[in-house]
């Protein structure tokens, strides 16, 4: 099986994480995985990236993260391209779509969530709604996007226990695809989680086909050699 890692953010352009890009390729060499998608804050999250400059520079340093982490995995795994959107504290993880459709469409950014949601869908993304039972301080309630996206994620290995399986049991209740994914923002991280497929994934796109038809395997892992670190 080879695995994957779905949900993972650089310190280059997330401002919450502190996982270095060659942290990245180190962590995920060692562990063995066939490739990640990074998968860094978009320009409405919680973004390094300056909100003053023109949109096409926000985009291009926006995408550093994931080139960066490329770059450095030359050889050693495959980096796949996406972007957690964000709305009020409620998450989406979009695939399929690259830098220069971000590039050529900054109408998104005056888009409502809906709107967005249905234009990306169109242009052959994928939408998934990330840890969408996650409690926090900063987030005065939990919105479901049911019918605008295309699954959950049901395996976020940083949340909760019963935020993950009432996350589970509301994407099998509307026959929803599911996903896995680590939420990693560090080398230290100790457990992970993830898809796995019996054949190498060729493209973001051909891993939104997968997903969208059911297929790829949910898994979780211990990272023995942080397992012991408080």
Known sequence: MYRYETHLHTTTVSACSYFQPQQVVEKFVRLGY???????????????VDRKLPYSQQ????????????????GKFDVFFGFEYSYWGTDFLVYGLDKAWLLKHPEIMEMTPKEFFAFARKEGGMVIQAHPFRQDFYIDHVRLYTSDV???EVLNISRREIENKVAKMYAEMYGMPQTAGSDIHGIGHKMLA??????PLKSEKDYCERILK?????????DE???DQE
């Open 34 to 48: 066939k490739g990640i998608f990074v998968t860094d804050h978009f320009l409405n999250g919680n973004t390094t």
């Open 59 to 74: 985009i291009e340093k926006y995408c550093e993260g994931y080139e960066q982490v490329k770059e450095l995995a030359e």
């Open 150 to 152: 295309d699954g959950f």
């Open 194 to 199: 993830g898809m796995e497929f019996e054949t």
């Open 214 to 222: 059911g297929e790829g395997k949910i898994f979780s892992i211990r």
């Open 225 to 227: 050699k942080y397992a």
